[in-house]
């Protein structure tokens, strides 16, 4: 008697994961901030070109696209997908987060993976200088030129641990959000601004026509890449980062890239 | 004097006053209270110590807010910062005591020819009281340099420093106002009387009385000054906490905030005592003259 009650509680301590393995990794995983649906994080508002119209759901834009794609890869329906608008304070702030990971063009680095958790990266871009007409920064041919402009860039990315780290420029003004970046630039307050490529190119065509790209610049190896932010620890990571993979395997972010993230081959790169 | 001598006639008149207590050294009455307060700080204390501690996220919070590497890491830029907040400050103030005590005085001048600047001064305060200073700061720092206006500087750090005096000089006018209505009218009467004329008035007679009754209200609004200039991170001005936010959204860490926030309390708490301090002198000097 006393064998075979050992005998079933022996089986049933064996069965178990499989009975759990059934439900994780599906879109009924308990472990999801909601089973059934992929709550999926962002800026609010977002921008081109990551995310055309400011509207995520709208699947037309480099990340949005991405995570569609990411959804279909994990067996969610596109209209399971769940979108939390938020500013990057909140996506960075500690505690529970009420999404299941966050896209935001948010950088991955050492120090934050400290605090929180990242996928891969999917995405890395080059660094562009954006100036006004006319200013000498226009002109510039090295990093000794860069540094003479004054410099502006917005709090939360990398641009500015690019400016202080790569070029050494370590007073720039740092604003809160990107608007407020080509106002004091209009305001004739800064000279130039760093921002990724693909922003830059969207700026330059849409939001700022006067402006231009000046140069490209070279990648910081400390910065690598843009990548999904998970609360710290969250166990999700190693089944969206399976998918990711899957996902960028299909050739699906060189598509999106062609897409809505393509770049002007002409221009000057600075390197030195 | 005299209250003693009255309570000694009454209680001669209904016989000899019952004998003094026994002075004995009541070590016990004089140390029990202390060591209650003392006992009961530590209980509550270490019971609110206790409770954040033992929470469950705590040593993610430890590491996140008070990490002793990172706020030496960010102490210096934070620092750097605080140097402008500093200097803004000074500066900001020493405009606005000026600036304020112009919109005040135009307002208590009492010749019917001023009218319409007295109208302009209750507009200016209507105006500027009623708007956010972030709204100012935001919108003189990015709005005004934008209209290229020949001869004036177009940086951040200047347009949002006028918007500070702007805004914090409406409310120090109305406090200057206060003090000067707090003087009696018989004081102006008297002025008159001497022949002095308006302004003299107001110069010799209104004012060093006026400034004296607002220092302590003058006091609180430097205190707060003093942190309001953190506004100005908004329009890129790189202060102490705009300092601290960028290493925060460089590496998610927010110990250099308590940075910041450490270096705002030393200056501010001294600023407290003396607050503290003058008041108690102005009421003592307030009570001496009742007397």
Redesign the interface.
């Known amino acids: 008697m006393r064998g075979t009650g050992g005998l079933l509680v022996g089986l049933a301590v064996a069965l178990l994961p499989l009975v759990v393995e059934a439900q994780e990794r599906s879109p009924m995983d308990p472990r999801l901030h909601t089973p059934g649906k992929l709550t999926v994080g962002t800026g609010d508002p977002v921008y081109p070109p990551w995310m055309l119209n400011n509207d995520p759901t709208g699947g037309e834009g480099f990340e949005n696209g991405l995570v569609y794609a990411l959804a279909d890869e994990m067996g969610f329906a596109p209209e399971d997908v769940v979108w939390v608008g938020q500013t ?1 304070d909140q996506a ?1 702030a ?2 529970a987060k009420p999404y299941d990971f966050s896209i935001q063009q948010i950088s991955v ?1 050492e ?2 993976a ?3 958790t990242f996928s891969q990266v999917y995405f890395q871009p080059d660094k562009a200088v954006i100036a006004l007409p006319g200013r000498a920064v226009e002109e510039a041919a090295s990093f000794a030129e860069l540094q003479e402009a004054r410099w ?1 860039a917005v ?4 641009d ?2 690019y400016l202080v780290n790569i070029l050494g420029i370590d ?1 720039a ?4 959000e990107q608007v ?1 970046v080509f ?2 630039m ?5 000279d130039a601004t760093l921002v990724a490529l693909p922003t830059a190119l969207y700026v330059t065509a849409v939001q700022l026509p006067e402006a231009r790209i000046v140069a490209l610049l070279p990648p910081d190896e400390n910065d690598r890449g843009h990548g999904l932010l998970f609360e ?1 620890g969250n166990p999700l990571v190693e089944w969206v980062d399976e998918a990711l993979a899957a996902v960028i395997e299909r050739g699906v972010v060189e598509e999106l890239k062609q897409t809505y993230l393509v770049a002007d081959p002409d221009l000057p790169v600075i390197t030195e | 004097m005299t209250a003693e001598t009255g309570a000694g006639t009454r209680a001669d008149s209904r016989g000899a006053p019952p004998p003094p207590p026994k002075h004995r050294y009541a070590w016990r009455e004089a140390a029990l209270p202390t060591l209650i307060s003392a006992l009961s700080i530590v209980v509550v204390f270490g019971a609110l110590g206790w409770a954040i501690t033992s929470a469950e ?1 705590w040593p ?2 430890r ?3 008070f990490n002793v590497d990172a706020m030496v890491a960010a102490f210096p830029r934070v620092l750097q910062g605080f140097w402008i907040n500093l200097q803004v400050w000074l500066v900001v103030l020493a405009c606005i005591l000026v600036w304020a005590l112009v919109l005040a005085v135009v307002r208590s001048l009492r010749a019917p020819w001023f009218a319409p600047f007295r109208l302009m001064v209750v507009v200016y305060i209507d105006i500027f009281r009623g708007v956010p200073a972030l709204l100012l700061v935001l919108l003189f720092g ?1 709005g005004v ?2 209209l ?1 206006l020949p001869g004036l500087p ?3 750090l200047f347009w949002g420093s006028v918007a500070m005096v702007l805004s914090y000089a409406a409310y120090v006018a109305e406090i200057y106002r206060s003090g000067i209505d707090a003087v009696h009218e018989s004081q102006r009467a008297a002025a008159k009387s001497l022949g002095l004329t308006e302004w003299q008035t107001i110069r010799y007679a209104i004012l060093p009385q006026a400034l004296r009754n607002v220092v302590p209200a003058l006091m609180n609004i430097v205190v707060a000054l003093q942190k309001d200039v953190a506004l100005l991170s ?5 202060d102490a906490v ?1 300092e601290a ?2 290493y ?7 110990s250099s905030l308590i940075v910041a926030a450490g270096l705002f309390l030393l200056a501010t708490i001294p600023m407290a005592r003396l607050a503290d301090y003058v008041t108690r002198r102005d009421r003592e000097r307030r009570l001496q003259l009742a007397g």
Do not use: L
Request: hydrophobic residues 35%; proline residues 3%.
């Open positions: 990057f960075i500690p505690g680095t120090a934050r400290e605090v929180v502006g709090i939360g990315t990398t500015n641990d007073n003004a740092i604003y809160n407020d106002q004091a209009q305001a004739g307050q800064i710290f | 996220q993610r919070i590491h996140q807010f990015f340099p934008a290229n177009n940086s951040g908004v329009i890129g001005v790189r705009r936010q960028i925060t959204a460089s590496t998610f860490n927010y």
